[in-house]
């Protein structure tokens, strides 16, 4: 039998209300008391035969759409046989900072740089981005993309962050102006690494979108949910995200199946470094998703969810992948493979 372990603030009397468990968790037996452990109230859920809510929201939203891997993992971690897993807010908070390719997060002791994600259109590439990457293919171009072309990829997460309930994420301020709420409630310094790393987010989150971008942060997945379904239409929608076999940097090559889905527009939605799941979702045109299928030089697969943008004048002109294709912004189209955390939306 699998076990939750959930791991809250005590101090923090809304979530920990008489009241407040059967309505965010309706369908789950309230757990036994299990004792503190380093102030935090220790609780152990057994996942039963009731799926969490935001599983059950899926479901009725999106019954014909199988849910990816990323958003599995997103709202829950791997659970071993027999074992739990914590999931910590507050005190003891476990942020993913690592520096890899695929995806630029920041070691603790690091300063975080303003632009997290080399896929951020608005900024200019830094020193470390142009160093950090020397073999790794982040971007390439669309009409490089086909059977036989070899590129050397290393798949990564973002983070473990896992998604709070619907009713908890939209009761935490997610705003520049609250910040110091925000590091309170979370237990973390002010001056520390985390701390600028959530600043950080947040900007980004609030920053205006370049010209054509809608976009939104999405602190719970039925936010995500919403905010994807609303742009694409109802006349159904297909989620996807990368799964790689080998999470070690390896050089592939592109096989047959190359598959392009939905038409010249999409949701892409990029986990981002945040104690909880935060997705930064934008709908912008003129993009094209493709899923690519992979095999590396030890024979394991990979299906890769590579993105590209047939319109990139409004890029930054020095952005990363501008100096890394040796082309400028509008000449020609340019892709990335994502992240496995990511999450790419698409009309069917």
């Given at each position: 039998m699998k076990l939750w372990q959930l791991v809250v603030v005590e101090s923090r009397a809304s979530l920990r209300s008489e009241l407040y468990w059967p309505l965010v968790l309706p369908n789950t037996p309230k757990p036994k008391f299990c004792g503190f452990s380093g102030g935090l109230l220790q609780l152990t859920l057994t996942a039963g035969d009731a799926d969490l809510p935001s599983e059950v929201y899926w479901s009725s939203v999106?019954?014909?759409?199988?849910?990816?891997?990323?958003?599995?993992?997103?709202?829950?971690?791997?659970?071993?046989?027999?074992?739990?897993?914590?999931?910590?807010?507050?005190?003891?908070?476990?942020?993913?900072?690592?520096?890899?390719?695929?995806?630029?997060?920041?070691?603790?002791?690091?300063?975080?740089?303003?632009?997290?994600?080399?896929?951020?259109?608005?900024?200019?590439?830094?020193?470390?981005?142009?160093?950090?990457?020397?073999?790794?293919a982040i971007f390439f171009l669309e009409k490089d993309m086909h059977p036989?072309?070899?590129?050397?990829?290393?798949?990564?997460?973002t983070t473990n962050a896992t998604f709070l309930p619907h009713q908890v994420a939209n009761s935490l301020p997610f705003s520049s102006d609250k910040l110091a709420e925000i590091l309170d409630q979370l237990s973390i310094k002010p001056e520390s690494v985390e701390a600028e790393t959530i600043k950080n987010t947040i900007e980004e989150c609030e920053d205006p979108g370049i010209k054509g971008e809608e976009k939104y942060c999405a602190t719970s997945l039925e936010s995500m949910i919403d905010f994807s379904t609303s742009k694409l239409?109802?006349?159904?929608?297909?989620?996807?995200?990368?799964?790689?076999?080998?999470?070690?940097?390896?050089k592939y090559r592109i096989a047959a199946g190359l598959e392009k889905m939905g038409g010249d527009f999409s949701v892409v939605c990029?986990?981002?470094?945040?104690?909880?799941?935060?997705?930064?979702?934008?709908?912008?045109q003129a993009t094209r998703a493709?899923?690519?299928?992979?095999?590396?030089?030890?024979?394991?697969?990979?299906?890769?969810?590579?993105?590209?943008?047939?319109?990139?004048?409004?890029?930054?002109?020095?952005?990363?992948?501008?100096?890394?294709?040796?082309?400028?912004?509008?000449?020609?189209?340019?892709?990335?493979?994502?992240?496995e955390d990511h999450v790419v939306w698409v009309a069917k």
């Open positions: 999106l019954p014909n759409t199988p849910m990816p891997q990323a958003v599995k993992n997103s709202l829950r971690p791997d659970l071993l046989e027999d074992q739990s897993t914590p999931v910590e807010i507050g005190k003891g908070t476990s942020m993913g900072f690592s520096k890899e390719g695929g995806a630029m997060n920041m070691y603790a002791g690091v300063k975080p740089a303003k632009a997290a994600m080399p896929f951020s259109y608005h900024y200019a590439a830094t020193k470390d981005q142009l160093h950090a990457y020397p073999n790794v036989g072309m070899k590129l050397t990829l290393h798949f990564t997460k239409g109802n006349k159904g929608v297909k989620a996807v995200s990368t799964e790689a076999e080998n999470k070690s940097q390896m990029h986990k981002m470094n945040y104690p909880y799941a935060v997705f930064y979702c934008h709908k912008i493709y899923m690519v299928p992979l095999v590396g030089r030890d024979g394991t697969k990979a299906k890769a969810v590579a993105v590209c943008h047939a319109n990139t004048m409004e890029w930054n002109p020095n952005h990363l992948a501008f100096q890394l294709l040796k082309v400028k912004p509008g000449t020609a189209p340019i892709c990335h493979f994502l992240p």
